[in-house]
Nanobody
Framework: QVQLVESGGGLVQAGGSLRLSCLPS????????MGWFRQAPGKEREFVAT????????EYAASVKGRFTISRDNAKNAVYLQMNSLKPEDTAVYYC?????????????WGQGTQVTVSS
């Protein structure tokens, strides 16, 4: 069973940058799409960004557009999230997710999450 493993989280000051990585462990295959979600304390998990595997179509939440960039490496079945101009409200656990059954299917693979903390 393939698992997604996130890395790159940490503590950063407001205005700083972090780059999150998500790579599969175990046997992997081409994902229809991959995405990033986040969950802050006391809040529901929310969408951050997504990228398709073939068409390189990207979508972003309004709150991160212009500051975050999602990218992928097809050879590694990996996805990355470059986060710039970080704000305290970006503090959350960030989760990587993947769709194996098509772009319009649900995300069916999830990572364990990586903590991002932005200090003011």
């Amino acid at each position: 069973q393939v698992q997604l493993v996130e890395s790159g989280g940490g503590l950063v000051q407001a205005g700083g940058s972090l780059r999150l990585s998500c790579l599969p462990s175990g046997r992997a295959f081409g994902w229809a799409a991959m995405g990033w979600f986040r969950q802050a304390p006391g809040k529901e998990r929310e969408f951050v960004a997504t990228i398709t595997w073939g068409g390189v179509t990207t979508e972003y939440a309004a709150s991160v557009k212009g500051r975050f960039t999602i990218s992928r490496d097809n050879a590694k079945n990996a996805v990355y999230l470059q986060m710039n101009s970080l704000k305290p409200e970006d503090t959350a656990v960030y989760y990587c997710a993947a769709k194996s059954r098509g772009y319009y299917s649900a995300y069916d693979y999830w990572g364990q999450g990586t903590q991002v903390t932005v200090s003011s």
